[in-house]
């Protein structure tokens, strides 16, 4: 059964970190386009960073650059997004998605139809 995992979500001040993670199983991340995304209350759903398996290559949104960095373990087969400096307009509900495509992340990532799976998502809050 195909299952992507997001934790690491949680109440943070403004200024700090918190560390997301999305676990895959029943298919292995080698080679696949790993997206994060997030919504906020009463707002569309917004591509934040995107990373390649195959080439390692990355984008961000540009709310985003200089304060959130997409790695991977393919070990442990989990992607994370370390999220740093975080604002109150961060505050959102953070999901991960495959993209089962080959090759360098797309021009189009940000297209949520690009997507073959998704995880049910995770609860950030940036509040003091």
């Known amino acids: 059964q195909?299952?992507?995992?997001?934790?690491?979500?949680?109440?943070?001040?403004p200024g700090g970190s918190l560390r997301l993670s999305c676990a895959a199983s029943g298919f292995t991340l080698d080679y696949y386009?790993?997206?994060w995304f997030r919504q906020a209350p009463g707002k569309e759903r917004e591509g934040v960073s995107c990373i390649s398996s195959n080439d390692n290559s990355?984008?961000?949104a540009d709310s985003v650059k200089g304060r959130f960095t997409i790695s991977t373990d393919n070990a442990k087969n989990t992607v994370f997004l370390q999220m740093d400096s975080l604002k109150?307009?961060?505050t959102a509900v953070y999901y991960c998605a495959v993209d089962r495509h080959r090759g360098s992340v797309p021009h189009n990532w940000r297209r949520l139809m690009v997507y073959d799976y998704w995880g049910q998502g995770t609860q950030v809050t940036v509040s003091s």
């Open 2 to 13: 195909v299952q992507l995992v997001e934790s690491g979500g949680g109440l943070v001040q």
């Open 33 to 35: 386009i790993i997206g």
């Open 58 to 60: 990355v984008d961000y």
């Open 88 to 90: 109150p307009e961060d």
